[in-house]
Nanobody
Framework: EVQLAESGGGSVQAGGSLTLSCVAS???????MGWFRQAPGKEREGVAS?????????RYADSVKGRFTITLDHAKKTLYLQMHNLTPEDTASYFC???????????????????WGLGTQVTVSS
């Protein structure tokens, strides 16, 4: 099972930006990859996903469209999430995830993913 490690979280003011990174331990991650977040007392929600074999195929939650961008650098085995115009509602722990097998469609459903990182905290203050 691929190991995933997130970094890049932190505390920013509303309107600020952060870029999260997720490094994979090996190349078996090449399928659907995604970013999820979970705020205290709330369920984990899908934020963005990407097809590891067709990088132009991405999917975003409505709440982040136009503000967040997911990218994947195969040479570095690293998944990124660029976040702009952050709001307090974006405060959460952010997790990256990988799905084994064929990526038929980038998914924002957590149960579709096999491997998870431990998460990185993002806090946005007003």
């Amino acid at each position: 099972e691929v190991q995933l490690a997130e970094s890049g979280g932190g505390s920013v003011q509303a309107g600020g930006s952060l870029t999260l990174s997720c490094v994979a331990s090996d190349s078996t991650y090449r399928s659907c990859m995604g970013w999820f977040r979970q705020a205290p007392g709330k369920e984990r929600e899908g934020v963005a996903s990407i097809d590891g074999e067709e990088l132009s195929r991405t999917r975003y939650a409505d709440s982040v469209k136009g503000r967040f961008t997911i990218t994947l650098d195969h040479a570095k085995k690293t998944l990124y999430l660029q976040m702009h115009n952050l709001t307090p509602e974006d405060t959460a722990s952010y997790f990256c995830a990988s799905k084994a097998g064929i990526c038929w469609l980038p998914s924002l459903t957590a149960s579709n993913y096999d491997s998870w990182g431990l998460g990185t905290q993002v806090t946005v203050s007003s």
